[in-house]
């Protein structure tokens, strides 16, 4: 089987600090302090040790008519990167890294490598969150605040680019509320997307998506999404973008809670503003969402708000652009109240808006690891894979004559994810030699039901143990 690495495909930022927890009794994540000390270049390798523990490499198998990449590789492999954020298992993601997946594995820093599913999920931000059964204390990355966040800081990227785990790249944020078209970035074009981001010049490549953005305090600022290739002829180096750490905390509790985020409706129709616009409404700056048009019997209305009218604040965080304000009032909780600071005709107003849940389009089926549905451990069967014997020619070269061929492996099934192929040798199962299929099924048949088995094979020369649990 051919492995491709999940598309760090595109995802947003955006900039406001939810009231998240009031949904959750119990923190979903822990808030970083808002001090950021001065960075020197020992204390990045300091910063890296204490967080790379946190960071885990995701992969999954892509079910029949799933798209966890947009490439034309035929593999039906997904794997990218995510950041451990509770203690009760709790793992942020992107959400093209685990699209249409099943037999969801999370490897730890540690090596082990344990069952996961998918919490929730949420296409249109690209973030989603996974859930492990911990065994034992998890480490955690506190979540910071990418409001505060300026050009210039410091920043680190943890991730496994190309499958090599836990790589480290450092750079700088070169750019706040970074507007990308997502379909430019091998995105389906739909309306409901966003494309707001942070931008930085710390490496991102391919594996790097799902994995944190920390800032010199050690704290999330962002999740790694998305990077910016260029032209063929003119390729570009240390465009990377990450989705604002803010817009995820909007959303987690509610994907932990339902499994997905239904969406808010305000009722507008909004366009950035350019100069000239900035000119003929006489406005001190460019920043803000200028309304074009109100729907009828919408929250926006209600409201008294008007077209012409410019949106400068959302319940106090500044209002950039049209994508702010669409992120803004989406994402928030239905039925929550907003204040908006507006300015018409020269005067700044206040209005208050109370926003009501948003229509919703179809039904969207489970995903395949949903942590709803149940699901069973993968485990091996004799008939998990197939062996014959080797002609003595070959036998002979091998320790003490020793050893099958690999003839078959089950797709998707517990010797396939411990990573055997066909071609293979087995060498020994547990502490017992084999020479013959018989052997194999006896070796196996002495492990209860359960319990895991270790497995000595030979490939291309080189010896290696793997294991996986006996059915």
Same mark, same amino acid.
């Given at each position: 089987?051919? &492995?491709?690495?999940?598309?760090?495909?595109?995802?947003?930022? %955006?900039?406001?600090?939810?009231?998240?927890?009031? !949904?959750?009794?119990?923190?979903?994540?822990?808030?970083?302090?808002?001090?950021?000390?001065?960075?020197?270049? #020992?204390?990045?390798?300091?910063?890296? !040790?204490?967080?790379?523990?946190?960071?885990?490499?995701?992969?999954?198998?892509?079910?029949?008519?799933?798209?966890?990449?947009?490439?034309?590789?035929?593999?039906?492999?997904?794997?990218?990167?995510?950041?451990?954020?509770?203690?009760?298992? /709790?793992?942020?993601?992107?959400?093209?890294?685990?699209?249409?997946?099943?037999?969801?594995?999370?490897?730890? %820093?540690?090596?082990?490598?344990?069952?996961?599913?998918?919490?929730?999920?949420?296409?249109?931000?690209?973030?989603?969150?996974?859930?492990?059964?911990?065994?034992?204390?998890?480490?955690?990355?506190?979540?910071?605040?990418?409001?505060?966040? &300026?050009?210039?800081?410091?920043?680190?990227?943890?991730?496994?680019? /190309?499958?090599?785990?836990?790589?480290?790249?450092?750079?700088?944020?070169?750019?706040?509320?970074?507007?990308?078209?997502?379909?430019?970035?091998?995105?389906?074009?739909?309306?409901?997307? %966003? #494309? /707001?981001?942070?931008?930085?010049?710390?490496?991102?490549?391919?594996?790097?998506?799902?994995?944190?953005?920390?800032?010199?305090?050690?704290?999330?600022?962002?999740? #790694?999404?998305?990077?910016?290739?260029?032209?063929?002829?003119?390729?570009?180096?240390?465009?990377?973008?990450?989705?604002?750490?803010?817009?995820?905390?909007?959303?987690?509790?509610?994907?932990?809670?339902?499994?997905?985020?239904?969406?808010?409706?305000?009722?507008?129709?909004?366009?950035?503003?350019?100069?000239?616009?900035?000119?003929?409404?006489?406005?001190?700056?460019?920043?803000?969402?200028?309304?074009?048009?109100?729907?009828?019997?919408?929250?926006?209305?209600?409201?008294?708000?008007?077209?012409?009218?410019?949106?400068?604040?959302?319940?106090?965080?500044?209002?950039?652009?049209?994508?702010?304000?669409?992120?803004?009032?989406?994402?928030?909780?239905?039925?929550?109240?907003?204040?908006?600071?507006?300015?018409?005709?020269?005067?700044?107003?206040?209005?208050?808006?109370?926003?009501?849940?948003?229509?919703?389009?179809?039904?969207?089926?489970?995903?395949?690891?949903?942590?709803?549905?149940?699901?069973?451990?993968?485990?091996?069967?004799?008939?998990? /894979?197939?062996?014959?014997?080797?002609?003595?020619?070959?036998?002979?070269?091998?320790?003490?004559?020793?050893?099958?061929?690999?003839?078959?492996?089950?797709?998707?099934?517990?010797?396939?994810?411990?990573?055997?192929?066909?071609?293979?040798?087995?060498?020994?199962?547990?502490?017992?030699?084999? &020479?013959?299929?018989?052997?194999?099924?006896?070796?196996?048949?002495?492990?209860?039901?359960?319990?895991?088995?270790?497995?000595?094979?030979?490939?291309?020369?080189?010896?290696?143990?793997?294991?996986?649990?006996?059915?």
């Amino acid at each position: 089987m051919r &492995r491709r690495i999940a598309p760090v495909i595109a995802a947003l930022a %955006y900039a406001f600090i939810p009231t998240a927890h009031a !949904e959750h009794e119990t923190p979903l994540w822990t808030s970083a302090p808002r001090h950021k000390p001065v960075i020197s270049s #020992s204390a990045f390798a300091d910063l890296a !040790e204490r967080a790379r523990a946190a960071v885990v490499h995701v992969r999954g198998e892509v079910t029949e008519g799933g798209a966890a990449d947009a490439d034309a590789d035929t593999s039906r492999t997904s794997i990218g990167t995510g950041f451990i954020i509770n203690r009760d298992g /709790f793992i942020v993601t992107n959400e093209h890294v685990v699209r249409g997946v099943s037999d969801l594995r999370i490897r730890l %820093y540690d090596g082990r490598e344990l069952s996961a599913c998918v919490a929730g999920a949420d296409p249109a931000t690209d973030i989603a969150l996974v859930k492990i059964k911990p065994q034992g204390t998890l480490p955690i990355l506190p979540l910071g605040d990418s409001n505060a966040v &300026r050009v210039g800081e410091p920043v680190i990227a943890i991730g496994n680019p /190309f499958g090599f785990n836990h790589s480290v790249t450092a750079g700088i944020v070169s750019a706040k509320e970074r507007v990308v078209d997502r379909s430019t970035l091998r995105e389906p074009k739909q309306h409901d997307l %966003y #494309s /707001f981001f942070i931008q930085t010049d710390a490496s991102i490549n391919l594996g790097n998506s799902g994995g944190p953005l920390i800032d010199a305090g050690g704290a999330v600022i962002g999740v #790694s999404a998305a990077f910016w290739a260029g032209h063929p002829l003119q390729p570009a180096q240390g465009i990377g973008f990450a989705i604002p750490i803010n817009m995820a905390k909007a959303l987690l509790p509610r994907l932990a809670r339902d499994g997905s985020a239904h969406r808010s409706f305000l009722g507008v129709d909004a366009q950035p503003l350019d100069p000239a616009l900035e000119s003929a409404l006489h406005l001190t700056s460019g920043r803000g969402a200028l309304i074009a048009s109100i729907e009828k019997g919408s929250p926006a209305e209600a409201a008294g708000l008007e077209p012409g009218d410019v949106v400068q604040s959302w319940n106090g965080a500044p209002v950039v652009t049209s994508e702010d304000l669409k992120i803004d009032a989406q994402l928030a909780i239905p039925g929550s109240h907003a204040r908006l600071t507006i300015v018409r005709e020269g005067k700044r107003i206040d209005r208050d808006v109370v926003l009501r849940p948003a229509t919703v389009k179809g039904v969207t089926p489970p995903h395949p690891a949903s942590c709803a549905l149940p699901h069973e451990p993968a485990q091996a069967a004799v008939e998990d /894979f197939d062996v014959q014997e080797l002609p003595p020619a070959r036998a002979s070269n091998l320790p003490g004559g020793r050893g099958v061929a690999v003839t078959r492996v089950t797709d998707h099934g517990a010797a396939d994810q411990a990573g055997l192929k066909v071609g293979d040798v087995v060498l020994r199962i547990g502490k017992a030699a084999v &020479r013959t299929p018989g052997d194999v099924n006896g070796a196996l048949n002495g492990y209860k039901t359960g319990e895991t088995l270790p497995m000595l094979v030979r490939r291309a020369g080189f010896d290696f143990w793997m294991a996986f649990s006996r059915r």
